[in-house]
């Protein structure tokens, strides 16, 4: 049964940083790409970054290149975002999600998190 | 960026009508359009990928339509579970985008 499990979300200040963690159960992570996804409150999905089924690649939202680090353990089967100098409007839920299809890059995603809520605030 | 606009915003239908969802890309973005549906407090749900292919597991009431810039998702007979949002996205180019979603309620 594939799960994805999201931990790491928190109330931040401003300019502080963060870690989030997706671990995943019942597939192989790293036979797949990966995604973050978030959700501000009320608001639509806005994709975030994206790792390539075997790491090769990295790509990045506008709103977040620079700031925001995508990463993989596939020894832990864990899927990571490393955020810094975070801003008020990083407000949201980050979701992560599975790539459909594996041993490719399709850029949409079959299963997804429950999500983790990232508050930032003073 | 490849802007997705998806009409209506809100559409306000009974159960058992037929619900008609439209995304229009501010550049052709081939086939390569994917509906999702979320329900309030879950993730999303994939229903239908590059246009008009039913990810598994998703009723035959729901199908998709198009190419290049105007797609369309259709419900063909509302059932109780299906008022939620819907999103288009699309994976033609980066950035991956999303549309601003049309929540179907109950009228």
């Known amino acids: 049964q594939v799960q994805l499990v999201e931990s790491g979300g928190g109330v931040v200040q401003p300019g502080r940083s963060l870690r989030l963690s997706c671990v995943a159960a019942g597939f192989t992570l790293s036979n797949c790409a990966m995604t973050w996804v978030r959700q501000a409150p009320g608001k639509g999905l806005e994709w975030v970054a994206v790792?390539?089924?075997?790491?090769?690649?990295?790509y990045y939202a506008e709103s977040v290149k620079g700031r925001f680090t995508i990463s993989r353990d596939n020894s832990k089967n864990t899927l990571y975002l490393q955020m810094k100098s975070l801003r008020a409007e990083d407000t949201a839920v980050y979701y992560c999600?599975?790539?459909?299809?594996?041993?490719?890059?399709?850029?949409?995603?079959?299963?997804w998190g429950q999500g983790t809520l990232v508050t930032v605030s003073s | 960026e490849i802007v997705l606009t998806q009409s209506p915003a809100t559409l306000s239908l009974s159960p058992g009508e037929r619900a008609t969802l439209s995304c229009r890309a501010s550049?052709?973005?081939?086939?390569?359009l994917v509906w999702y549906q979320q329900k309030p407090g879950q993730a999303p749900r994939l229903l239908i990928y590059d246009s008009s292919n039913r990810a598994t597991g998703i009723p035959a009431r729901f199908s998709g339509s198009g190419s290049g810039t105007d797609f369309t998702l259709t419900i063909s007979s509302l059932e109780p579970e299906d008022f939620a949002v819907y999103y288009c996205q699309q994976r033609s180019n980066w950035p991956l985008t999303f549309g601003g979603g049309t929540k179907v309620e109950i009228k």
């Open positions: 790792i390539s089924y075997d790491g090769s690649n990295e």
């Open positions: 550049q052709s973005v081939s086939s390569y």
């Open positions: 999600a599975r790539d459909a299809r594996p041993y490719g890059d399709y850029h949409y995603f079959d299963f």
